[in-house]
């Protein structure tokens, strides 16, 4: 099996750990999925899956 090593900034750091934590996975297992995720091939798949990942505008919270 191979090794993957992958330098993160300390923003992208958190953010790693925010999305795994918000998937219920940790750090490895999240990234291992996203690794295994399809490739998108037309711009069509990535508005779709930008339109799942956004939820519902009218009922967004804004972070403070």
């Known amino acids: ?3 993957l090593t992958v330098r993160l900034s300390e923003e992208e ?3 790693l750990k925010r999305r795994s934590r918000d998937a ?3 750090k490895a297992s999240f990234v291992r999925k996203l ?3 399809q490739p998108f091939e037309t711009a069509a ?3 779709a899956d930008v339109a799942t990942r956004m939820g519902d505008a009218r009922l ?3 972070r403070k």
């Open 1 to 3: 099996m191979g090794i």
């Open 13 to 15: 750091e958190q953010l």
């Open 24 to 26: 219920g996975m940790k």
């Open 35 to 37: 690794i295994r995720e």
């Open 45 to 47: 798949d990535v508005l």
């Open 60 to 62: 967004r919270i804004l």
